[in-house]
């Protein structure tokens, strides 16, 4: 219960709910915008001490294929690197922040990485094999605006 103080007018709080200072408020405010402690240190750590212990290794014709050297595909390491930041943003919600995790990042993340003709690892049924990137022509160097510029215009604007 709050009282008018004879002073201020204002209500008082009670002992118990003592007034926040704007110091207080301001700790508070940073540390809820600091991003929770990360339980790895990075993917590489996340990788060896979690993923190969949920992933099975493919069986000859189990039709999947991981490389042990994943950290050398592009692809790979992108993709395990947003699954590890995933879990770690995942982990905190009690309910069903794991089970989001399995569903929407693990399970797709992992059909995709193993897949034996479109994954990353497609070239190293055999040993590891440098992955090659996709042949591309330089477009006219008017074609593109720096988005990142703010004279830019968006290309496909109707006016």
């Not at 995933?86 to 992992?110: I, Q």
């Not at 994954?119 to 042949?135: I, K, N, V, W, Y």
Request: charged share 25%; glycine share 6%.
């Amino acid at each position: 219960m709050t009282s008018p103080s004879a002073d201020t007018g204002r209500e008082e709080f009670p002992e118990e709910f003592p007034e926040e200072s704007v110091e207080d408020i301001r700790r508070d405010e940073e540390s809820a915008a600091r991003p929770a402690e990360l339980f790895y240190g990075n993917v590489g750590e996340f990788v060896t001490d979690r993923f190969v212990y949920f992933v099975s290794r493919p069986a000859p014709g189990s039709g999947r294929v991981w490389c042990p050297e994943w950290y050398r595909h592009p692809e790979a390491l992108s993709r395990l690197d947003a699954l590890w930041r995933a879990w770690e943003a995942l982990r905190w919600d009690a309910g069903l922040g794991l089970s989001n995790w399995w569903v929407h990042h693990f399970d797709p993340t992992v059909r995709a990485l193993l897949d034996p003709v479109t994954g990353p690892f497609a070239q190293c049924a055999d040993g590891h094999s440098a992955p090659e990137p996709l042949l591309v022509e330089t477009p006219p160097a008017t074609l593109f605006d720096d988005q990142r510029l703010p004279t830019s215009r968006n290309p496909f604007a109707l006016d």
